[in-house]
């Protein structure tokens, strides 16, 4: 069974500087898609980024870029130039035909 | 319609009584997924829908819940007898085609609570 593990239950930043939240991840499978969602509170749960596992390059959309290593499976986000308005739940969640989420990581920003 | 949505919002129920979801996706999204929210927690998965049908179930969607997609629109999830541990956010997404890739769009979900 695919399962989704982060370590970090919570996170703090400050403003304009740089986090990395973790995600590791355990399938048998080789073709899949693994995404990172965000939910601010008491909002609905948005797509960050996605990355396919085929492929080699980490995607990257504006401040947000993984860091995706299918060896070690293990799939980290890196935001860059932290606002306040990247304060939410972040989770982890791993896709064929149905997500498979992590337990989330909490950040904070600071200013 | 720009998104999916959720009926209700909020649901406050007594323990042994019977509830009903609705869940509005996309207009052209022929997938639709149910999945549970505890708190502090990532959501579970709980069943999909390819237009009308009902492709998988996890082990978590007891007998006492059932979902249903009549005619591949808007799809209902009920909660029969309901209990104490049914309470929970009840988030629904849709996504079009069958692509892996394709990403789910959530709704702002249904929270449950059980008393």
């Known amino acids: ?111 | 319609d720009t998104g999916v949505s959720q009926d209700p919002r909020h649901k406050i129920t007594k323990r042994g009584q019977n509830v009903t979801f609705r869940c509005d996706p996309i207009s052209e999204h022929n997938r639709l997924y149910w999945y549970r929210q505890t708190l502090g927690q990532g959501p579970e998965f709980l069943t999909y829908f390819q237009n009308e049908a009902q492709l998988e179930k996890s082990r978590l969607l007891s007998d006492r819940f059932s979902a249903e997609r009549p005619k591949g629109s808007f799809s209902t999830l009920e909660i029969q007898r309901t209990e104490q541990g049914d309470s929970a956010m009840y988030l629904c997404a849709s996504s079009l085609s069958l692509a892996a890739r394709n990403e789910q769009f959530f709704g702002p979900g249904t929270r449950l609570t059980v008393l």
């Open chain 1, 1 to 111: 069974a695919q399962t989704v593990t982060q370590s970090q239950p919570e996170m703090s930043v400050q403003e304009a500087e740089t986090v990395t939240l973790s995600c590791t991840y355990d399938t048998s499978e080789s073709d899949y898609y693994l995404f990172w969602y965000k939910q601010p509170p008491s909002r609905q749960m948005i797509l960050v980024i996605r990355q396919e596992a085929y492929k080699q390059q980490n995607a990257t959309e504006n401040r947000f870029s993984v860091n995706f290593q299918k060896a070690a499976k293990s799939f980290s986000l890196k935001i860059s130039d932290s606002q306040l308005g990247d304060a939410a739940m972040y989770f982890c969640a791993y896709k064929t035909d149905k997500l498979i989420f992590g337990t989330g990581t909490r950040l904070q920003v600071f200013p």
